[in-house]
């Protein structure tokens, strides 16, 4: 039986395909332009049928097309978040939303990197064995937040009130045993709020 998708779900997809055929083929795009897009021409994985082509019209410009494309590009497509709440007139506002996550994501790194040491600071690590290690911020080393756009996760996001959740990973060493830990950055009207270590990990 063939996979019935809805409009709002196959934009992304089509986002990606049909601006992608427009760059290949030098299109260029001025302010206001607004490309067609023709939903479900996609082959179904599991039997080869055509799902329906519905056109919708996506507004797209110089100024927002790499966004796009990047954005689809360091995310594997999974970018379903963005269509949350959208009816399916309103697909044209995906361009803001993903300048919006970017910013997003931005500042939970640049948070995350200013605050990370204190935030571990007198945690406590209990190996396998039972033996323990307390974290100084004075002698952790090699700290790096993994901050490519794939690896900053966004958790849950309300695109109407700009509050979002979103997670990162640390990469740091202490005695030279390596670690990675997890973190939950809150946001509250487009502002960090919140803080949290999640998980310390050997690594």
Do not use: C, W
């Not at 709440?85 to 993903?98: G, N, S, W, Y």
């Not at 945690?123 to 690896?151: C, G, W």
């Amino acid at each position: 039986m063939v996979k019935q998708f809805s409009k709002k779900a196959m934009a992304i997809v089509a986002i990606g395909s049909v601006l992608l055929g427009a760059i290949g083929g030098g299109l260029g795009f001025d302010d206001s332009d607004q490309v067609s897009l023709l939903q479900g021409q996609l082959l179904n994985a599991q039997n080869t049928s055509i799902v329906e082509q519905v056109p919708v019209e996506v507004l797209v410009d110089n100024g927002n097309l790499d966004l796009v494309l990047d954005h689809l590009y360091d995310n594997d497509g999974k970018v379903n978040y963005l269509l949350d709440d959208l009816d399916d007139d309103e697909v044209d506002q995906i361009a803001d939303r993903i300048a919006f996550i970017n910013e997003i994501k931005a500042l939970a790194v640049s948070h995350l990197k200013s605050e990370v040491a204190d935030e571990l600071n007198k945690e406590v690590y209990t190996f396998a064995d039972n033996s323990t290690i307390k974290f100084d911020d004075d002698d952790l080393e090699r700290i790096r937040v993994q901050d490519d756009d794939d690896e900053v996760v966004i958790d849950s996001v309300d695109f109407e009130d700009s509050d979002a959740d979103v997670l990162a990973t640390v990469y740091f060493e202490q005695d030279d045993v390596k670690f990675e830990a997890d973190f939950s950055i809150e946001f509250k009207d487009g502002e960090v709020d919140d803080l949290d270590l999640l998980e310390i990990r050997e690594r």
